[in-house]
Nanobody
Framework: VQLVESGGKVAQVGDSLRLSCASS????????MAWVRQRPGKEREFIAT????????YWLDSVKGRFTISRDDAANTLYLQMDSLTFEDTAVYYC???????????????????WGQGTQVNVSS
């Protein structure tokens, strides 16, 4: 199983970015997945999760209304659309997959078995 994130780059405050997470070895339509980030000097935090059925399950309060999690089953890819970026969004962004079929998508790190290598997002003025 391999998860490969892409789309991270240097952006300006107020910009939009879309991160992608391509899955191989697991069909995303059968598993819950998540976006997690680690800001400099901070612990990892869940941003959003999506259930196997494609429904959003968890949102970090600070990104509600600005970020959108979605999935393209045909492309076997998870996305994170990030709008109205702020300095506080600077982080390494990871996608993760819960290897239990038909799971709901919680925000428990122990439930996610596969992780990507991360993609760096830097937000500057």
């Amino acid at each position: 199983v391999q998860l490969v994130e892409s789309g991270g780059k240097v952006a300006q405050v107020g910009d939009s970015l879309r991160l992608s997470c391509a899955s191989s070895g697991r069909t995303v339509s059968m598993y819950a997945m998540a976006w997690v980030r680690q800001r400099p000097g901070k612990e990892r935090e869940f941003i959003a999760t999506i259930s196997w059925a494609g429904r959003s399950a968890y949102w970090l309060d600070s990104v509600k209304g600005r970020f959108t999690i979605s999935r393209d089953d045909a492309a076997n890819t998870l996305y994170l659309q990030m709008d109205s970026l702020t300095f506080e969004d600077t982080a390494v962004y990871y996608c993760a997959l819960n290897n239990r079929r038909f799971s709901s998508g919680n925000n428990n790190f122990d439930d996610y078995d596969y992780w990507g290598q991360g993609t760096q997002v830097n937000v500057s003025s």
